[in-house]
Structure formats: structure tokens, C-alpha cells
């Protein structure tokens, strides 16, 4: 048993000698189990050629500084500022061998065993027709089984053939609208947008075959770091079926296939059967078109394999090529079946106009109503004292309108977002919601019940709950924004709430001693402070209705 777990081990550390690592084309990086140097590689990439055109040859030379050897190699020629792999290798020495890559023979070259090697050389055929542009050779470099180096780049040769260059400025790979609608299902934010003309379209296109055994793909939008798009049997996040157009490590961007969970990260899936990958990054516009041969996996048991709701998301990535959560994310209205083009697939908005308004209406109701109702009843109760109607006082007249105001509102934003759901969410927001509710509907008993200085205890409770209710219900608006300025809205707001109270609080203290903090003539100082309490709060309030509508 102890020899045979021996030679297990001598297998896993020897398993690349081979060299057979097609599987790795993409990322170029050795599934070892340890992360690539960060230092410079003591080896460097030379070609014999500064210019190149259609058809020419370039010998490339894979050579060590004195005093290293490396024991394995992977090298490509990659479009600049691409992973597009383009031309093709010719080798003689018995020492290397050529892989391929994408479905494509010959795109790669590495070794065949792990012996020590000081150089090795090739040759690059260029394409004869199609995009071509200035290409750079790349190489991944592993002195040992745990030491090694990543994206060894050589320095630029430049194209200056007749053909059509893939570095014309401005020029996606995506075909675009044109094709929509007749041989493509396409779906685009804003509806209708063309990637070509418009840079701030975020677009897709997917293009099947009769038995939608082959899907040509593709996708293109503005964001720093990746564009992502999903097949779903619903429209949350979770279950779907994802391909993601980001920039790696080096800031090149890379096709990875991914499954969805939740709202952690998606898995990373081996592309398997992805091919002809094209990529551009223009002006911060990201664009990949590709062929994929893998089925769609959503973990469903639904009986149609062919509707799916469309999503793009669109985010930052880590320094090391991680994707990260996305800042924008558009899903479409109805299933498409990609089987049928002539369909128009259109979006949703991420938060409807029924969320919207239930959002608005709490707002509204407690940052004007409740909290104008919760002020007039501590501190102006002897403003225009004896005046009023039926019997009852203004301030007390004022009082009750406002908080009946604030109740109805609370109850019509509740009825909204539970005529919505249906269902509950789950969370933080709905039992700070609901809570909220329940103490609203029962303030106007405990007002009977309680003497007045101990009703205003329970009242600044409802309204302490209300207060975190909404916090947590801007969190949900923006939970895929990185500024978070409605938060901070509401947090200024809080702040200038505490601060008009805390005057009040000095000004009524000051009263009960024949005094006042200040004096404005006729009108005593609780009417101005509440003057400029509701000037104050309108700008704020604004602001959030504002962020909510373009939610």
C-alpha cells in the first residue's frame, strides 16, 4: 500500500510532463495547485520578425537567462489587448509538439517531457484572410511543478498586411441588430439598441442551430472589469447558466462558462466545446461573440429546453481576474424560445413601479407627515394655544391630520408590495415592514389609552422602527451599487432630524426657565426651527424619490 500511494504521488507531480494541456488554453495557467510568480520571468519570447502580413512566417524563440532552465511551456499568438488566438505552429524538434486549441489544430505548442530545457523554437504561420492586427506571442513558463510564470509576453509585432484589421477603432465583433429578429434572439438595455452605434447598449445575441445542438453567442457592454450573460428558468439569480466576457489577470479578456448559485459567485465551469472566440476592448466596451456546443444546464425539470429568461450583468473584477458582484443587471420580461427569433424580447425593470411607489409612499409619509406630526405635538403645543376647532387645539387638530395621513400612506404602501409579492421575501426590510404596520394601526388606541407623555415614548419607537424599515429598503435598491448614496442620503437625513430635535429640546428647556435660545420678535423659536425642519427635509426627500425613480 505505501508504494502504491508512492507512485499515486509520483503521478500527480509528473501528471503535466506530458504536455497535453489543451484543457488550459484559455487561462494558460498549470492546474498545480499553487498561484503563478508575480516577479519577472528570468525567460523571454523573441520573434525574427517586427512586421508581419497575411500568410508570412515568424520563427519565435523561446530562450532562458543564464543560470535557469525550464522543465515545461505552453506558447500562443494572441491578438494585442485580446485572447484571441490567431495563426498556426509548425515545430521540428522531437522535444516539442503542437496543441490545439478551441477546436482549432496547431494553435498551440508545448513540451513533451519535463526534462531541462535552455530554449526551445517554432514557427507562426499568420492567418490568410479574415480579422487579423498586431499580434504579440505569449508563453507560460514552469522552471518547476510549483514554480512557474504566466503571460510571458513578447514584444509587439505589428500587422501591416492589406486585410481588415481587428484593431480598427470602433469596430465589435457582434453582427448587431441587423440580423435580430430574423436569425437571431436578441435582447438588449435599452430595448432595441444597437452595440455599433450606441456605447452604452448592453446586448446579446444567440443564434441556434434547428436542433439547438450549436449556439453562436454574443455579447457586448460598457463595464470595468466584465459583461455576463445567463439563461434562467425564472428571473432571479440563482439555477442559471451563465457565460462571462471578462478581463483576466493581465487585463486581456477571457469566455468562461459558469453555473449560478445565488448571490455568491458563480462556479467556474471547463468551456468544453466553445469555440471561434472572438474578442474586443474598445473605450471601455466590452464585446465577445463565440460557438458553444454545451447544452444549457439550469438544474430545472421544466419541460421545455428551449425558453429561458435572458439576463446581462455587468460588474467590476479583482486585480486578479475574479469577477466581483455586478453594478448593473438587466433580465428579460418573458421566456425567449431560442428557437424562435421572430419573438421581441423586451426587459423588465429591476424594481417595478408598484415597488417603486410603495418606496415612495413610505418615504413620503415619514419623512414629512410623521416625523411634522411627532414635532408639532412635543414642542408647539403652546402655539396658538385656545385657537382652534371643535373644541380641540391646532397643534393637536395638526397633529392628528398628520399622523392619520402617515398611517393611510403606510397602509397603501403595504397593501402595494404585498399585492406584489405574494409571497414573503425573507430578510430584514419585510419584518421591520410589517412591524411597522402593526404598531401604526395601533398607535391610534394606545393614544386613548396612555397619557400623553408616555404615548410620545411609543411613538418615537414606531418611528425609530420606520426609520431602520426604510434604511434596509434603500439597501435592497441599492444592493448592487458600489456608492450607496441613497444610504447616505437617509443618513444625512437621520442626522439633520436629531439635530432640529436636539434645538427644540434646548429651546423648550430654556422656556420652562422664562427663557429662549434666541429670538425672532413675535414668532417664538419652535415655529421657526419648525419652519426650517421642513425646509431641510424637503431637499433630502427629494433626492430619494429621485434615486428610487431611476432605480
Not at 173 to 200: E, H, L, W
Request: hydrophobic share 40%; proline share 3%.
Amino acid at each position: 500500500m505505501f508504494l502504491y500511494g508512492l507512485l499515486c504521488c509520483v503521478g500527480v507531480v509528473h501528471c503535466y510532463g506530458h504536455g497535453r494541456v489543451s484543457e488550459v488554453c484559455g487561462s494558460m495557467t498549470p492546474n498545480h495547485g499553487s498561484s503563478a510568480q508575480t516577479s519577472t520571468a528570468p525567460f523571454n519570447i523573441t520573434a525574427d520578425k517586427t512586421t508581419f502580413k497575411e500568410g508570412d512566417q515568424i520563427t519565435v524563440l523561446l530562450n532562458s537567462q543564464s543560470g535557469y532552465q525550464f522543465e515545461g511551456f505552453m506558447l500562443q499568438a494572441r491578438r494585442v489587448g485580446s485572447t484571441t488566438l490567431i495563426g498556426t505552429f509548425t515545430v521540428t524538434d522531437s522535444s516539442v509538439q503542437l496543441l490545439s486549441c478551441d477546436g482549432v489544430a496547431n494553435r498551440a505548442v508545448s513540451h513533451t517531457s519535463d526534462s531541462k530545457k535552455s530554449s526551445i523554437q517554432a514557427k507562426w504561420t499568420a492567418p490568410t484572410s479574415g480579422q487579423i492586427g498586431d499580434i504579440e506571442f505569449r508563453a507560460t513558463f514552469a522552471k518547476g511543478f510549483s514554480t512557474f510564470w504566466v503571460g510571458v509576453k513578447s514584444s509587439t509585432v505589428a500587422y501591416n498586411g492589406t486585410g481588415t484589421s481587428s484593431a480598427t477603432p470602433n469596430t465589435p465583433t457582434v453582427s448587431s441588430n441587423p440580423d435580430c429578429g430574423k436569425t437571431k434572439v436578441c435582447f438588449s438595455q435599452p430595448s432595441n439598441c444597437d452595440p455599433t452605434a450606441n456605447t452604452g447598449c448592453y446586448f446579446m445575441a444567440v443564434q441556434t442551430s434547428s436542433n439547438q445542438s450549436e449556439m453562436r453567442i454574443e455579447m457586448f457592454g460598457q463595464a470595468s472589469g466584465y459583461v455576463s450573460i445567463g439563461f434562467s428558468d425564472d428571473q432571479e439569480m440563482g439555477n442559471d447558466d451563465i457565460y462571462i466576457c471578462g478581463k483576466d489577470s493581465s487585463g486581456n479578456l477571457q469566455v468562461q462558462h459558469a453555473f449560478s448559485t445565488g448571490k455568491t459567485a458563480p462556479t467556474i465551469l471547463s468551456l468544453v466545446n466553445v469555440t471561434n472566440i472572438n474578442t474586443a476592448l474598445m473605450n471601455g466596451n466590452i464585446n465577445c461573440s463565440f460557438t458553444s456546443r454545451n447544452a444549457i444546464s439550469t438544474g430545472s425539470r421544466a419541460s421545455s429546453t428551449s425558453e429561458y429568461y435572458l439576463m446581462i450583468a455587468a460588474g467590476p473584477s479583482s486585480s486578479q481576474g475574479n469577477i466581483q458582484i455586478h453594478t448593473s443587471k438587466y433580465v428579460s420580461s418573458t421566456k425567449a424560445n431560442l428557437q424562435d427569433p421572430s419573438q421581441v424580447i423586451t426587459g423588465t425593470e429591476e424594481f417595478p413601479v408598484i415597488v417603486k411607489a410603495h418606496g415612495c409612499l413610505m418615504l413620503i409619509s415619514w419623512m414629512t407627515t410623521g416625523s411634522i406630526g411627532m414635532l408639532i405635538a412635543r414642542y408647539l403645543k403652546g402655539v396658538a394655544k385656545d385657537h382652534g376647532c371643535c373644541g380641540k387645539d391646532f397643534w393637536f387638530m395638526a397633529h392628528v391630520s398628520l399622523m392619520a395621513l402617515s398611517v393611510t400612506a403606510t397602509a397603501i404602501a403595504f397593501i402595494l408590495v404585498f399585492s406584489y409579492a405574494r409571497d414573503w421575501s425573507g430578510g430584514a426590510h419585510p419584518v421591520l415592514g410589517c412591524l411597522v404596520m402593526i404598531l401604526s394601526l395601533i398607535q391610534p388606541i394606545v393614544a386613548q389609552c396612555l397619557p400623553f407623555p408616555q404615548y410620545l415614548k411609543q411613538y418615537l419607537f414606531l418611528f425609530c422602527d420606520t426609520v431602520a424599515a426604510i434604511f434596509t429598503g434603500l439597501a435592497l435598491f441599492e444592493e448592487y451599487k458600489e456608492d450607496g448614496w441613497m444610504l447616505k442620503v437617509m443618513g444625512g437625513f437621520v442626522t439633520w432630524e436629531a439635530l432640529m430635535y436636539i434645538l427644540q429640546d434646548l429651546n423648550l428647556r430654556a422656556k420652562k426657565k422664562g427663557s429662549e435660545i434666541c429670538s425672532f420678535g413675535s414668532t417664538g423659536p419652535e415655529t421657526v426651527l419648525l419652519v426650517l425642519f421642513i425646509l431641510g427635509n424637503l431637499p433630502f426627500l427629494i433626492a430619494l424619490l429621485v434615486g428610487i425613480g431611476r432605480s
